[in-house]
């Protein structure tokens, strides 16, 4: 009976620290999308393909800047992944501000 309790409260925990993490993300999603309202914002503006828990050089500057609204705006002139596309050009454009090989 007592491991069935400390599997129950370990599956909730799991559950919740999961669910946490996916509003948190949906959250930064709604920032970016906030400031620019016309892009389409997916989780690879953040994260690398593939690897949500990893942040590509526009997550980790977004993440640095506070991650708000203010934090996109604060970002938005800055060229992340430094392929001479600023980061709102890129986000505009539906491209990926992260990610050098997509401009
Ligand atoms: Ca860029």
Redesign the pocket.
Known sequence: MKLISMLFVLKAFIILSFSSYVFAAMADGKNVQNVHSDATVGCTVCHPQGDFKGLNE?GKAYKDAGRSVEAVKAIDDA?????????A??INAG??????TN?
Not at 79 to 87: E, K
Request: negative net charge.
């Open positions: 526009y060229d992340s992944d430094a392929d001479g596309v600023t980061n050009v890129e491209t990926n501000p992260g990610d050098a401009k």
